[in-house]
């Protein structure tokens, strides 16, 4: 005999379906790029209507600049999380490069590629590219100051040796795309030998094989 027992659908709150949304572009975003991310896709990849995904976000600009903002502050959390109540700067600014590599860091260093490229056309992804920039600028150079503060570093201008970091590290990350599997290790670590050079950190301080990278608050 047939159960007489119907299940209700639960409907899902604004805000839970709106941050579903944004979970499935920002995972397009990182696969297959930042022109992959249209309202059409994204209904796809969740099973719903195009409508939908438009009731949340009219124009798919929108959705491309929220995507990319939600992949790269996950991505600022996890090299830099904001939170170091454990270990030292020093520390932290290493466990910062040993994260900063490998095949995952290729992943969010393409998008970023691919999010200036098509930020000279989209006002909206423009606005959200210099946001994270300036977010990844406040995170590092809080963190150099601190170091000051600690008597670990040593510079004038925390604000200046972070730009000086960070250049290298795009500098390193638009070659993403290529093959970088016989570029020297002087090149690889040249973001930490900048770093340990400019905050007056011995040669290796941040680049030690026995770094505690295990034992991080992130893992």
């Not at 297959?32 to 796809?44: A, M």
């Not at 099973?47 to 929220?66: M, T």
Request: charged letters at 25%.
């Amino acid at each position: 005999m047939p159960s007489s027992v119907q299940h209700k659908r639960i409907r899902k709150t604004p805000a839970a379906r709106r941050a579903e949304i944004v979970d499935a572009a920002a995972a397009v975003a990182l696969a297959e790029g930042l022109e992959c991310v249209t309202l059409r896709r994204i209904g796809e990849e969740l099973g719903v209507r195009p409508g939908l995904i438009s009731h949340y976000f009219p124009s798919a600009d929108d959705l491309v600049a929220e995507a990319f903002g939600s992949a790269s502050s996950a991505e600022l959390d996890s090299l830099l999380p904001a939170e170091r109540a454990q270990a030292t700067p020093t520390l932290h600014l290493g466990w910062f490069f040993a994260r900063a590599k490998g095949s995952p860091y290729d992943n969010i260093s393409r998008l970023w590629i691919n999010a200036r490229h098509l930020s000279r056309y989209r006002p909206v992804l423009r606005d959200r590219v210099a946001e994270q920039e300036a977010a990844w600028r406040e995170r590092l150079t809080d963190l150099i100051r601190q170091g000051v503060d600690r008597g670990e570093f040593h510079t004038d201008d925390p604000y200046v040796t972070t730009i000086q970091i960070l250049v290298v590290l795009d500098g390193l990350g638009a070659h993403a795309n290529t093959d970088t599997s016989s570029r020297p290790a002087a090149v690889s670590r040249m973001a930490a030998t900048t770093a340990e050079r400019e905050l007056g950190l011995p040669h290796g301080t941040l680049t030690r094989p026995d770094a505690p990278l295990a034992a991080s608050p992130t893992g």
